[in-house]
């Protein structure tokens, strides 16, 4: 399978506790997006790379949010002092050209569950 | 804020073509409409998008309104797997322009049998 992959599909913690998730975009791709959507609303973003660079941040994204890409390959977002409002379903996607024009393909996305 | 309006819900018999409308009045000269659908519990998937020629691929057509200011997804066949929720988006899609997403409620169609 050469789509985008997410590990770990689910995750329950605690409260206060420390949570990282990873996503494998499209080989080809180096446009890599982070969204984040709770019940019954749509996506709403977070973060985007363009190879390693961080080129925009929402509001959303607290500073206890932080996302890397180190080498423009695989990304991770890591959840510092988790709350319970952080639970949602997370989604990578990675962008490639199709018919001349930038289109994003999800993952599967990290279902996260803060107890 | 997402650019665009569609009805929340709609329901489709199996078999039956299923008409997706969205409005996007204030739509700009360089902005694309995009369709993505989402089946409860899995990411996003691309259907299709299209500037102002209508637009078909393998799992839907896309009909662009003259004025560009609505449109409608028409999966021509519906099947019970078509149950999902259904996003229009408006975006710039140029590579330097692009970006992100800007997701609304979205459209959740239900095929019956």
């Known amino acids: 399978d050469t789509g985008v992959s997410q590990d770990p599909r689910h995750k329950i913690t605690k409260r206060g506790q420390n949570v990282t998730f990873r996503c494998d975009p499209i080989?080809?791709?180096?446009?890599l997006y982070w969204y984040r959507q709770t019940l019954g609303q749509g996506p709403e973003f977070l973060t985007y790379?363009?190879?390693?660079?961080?080129?925009?941040k929402s509001r959303l994204l607290s500073d206890r949010f932080s996302a890397e890409r180190p080498k423009g390959s695989f990304s991770t977002l890591e959840i510092q002092r988790t709350e319970q409002g952080d639970s949602a379903m997370y989604l990578c996607a990675s962008s490639g050209i199709m018919r001349g024009r930038e289109t994003q393909y999800f993952g599967p996305g990290t279902r996260l569950l803060v107890l | 804020d997402a650019k665009t309006t569609q009805p929340p819900s709609m329901d489709c018999a199996e078999g039956r073509a299923a008409n997706l409308p969205c409005n996007h009045s204030t739509i700009s000269g360089n902005e694309y409409v995009y369709w993505y659908r989402q089946i409860h519990s899995q990411g996003p998937q691309y259907i299709i998008h299209?500037?102002?020629n209508n637009e078909t691929n393998e799992m839907a057509s896309l009909i662009i309104t003259e004025d560009r200011k609505s449109s409608t997804l028409i999966l021509p066949h519906a099947t019970l797997r078509d149950t999902a929720v259904y996003y229009c988006i408006v975006r710039a899609a140029h590579y330097n322009q692009g970006g992100k997403l800007i997701f609304g409620q979205g459209t959740e169609l239900s095929v019956k049998p």
């Open positions: 299209g500037l102002k």
């Open positions: 080989s080809e791709h180096n446009r």
């Open positions: 790379f363009q190879n390693e660079a961080q080129l925009e």
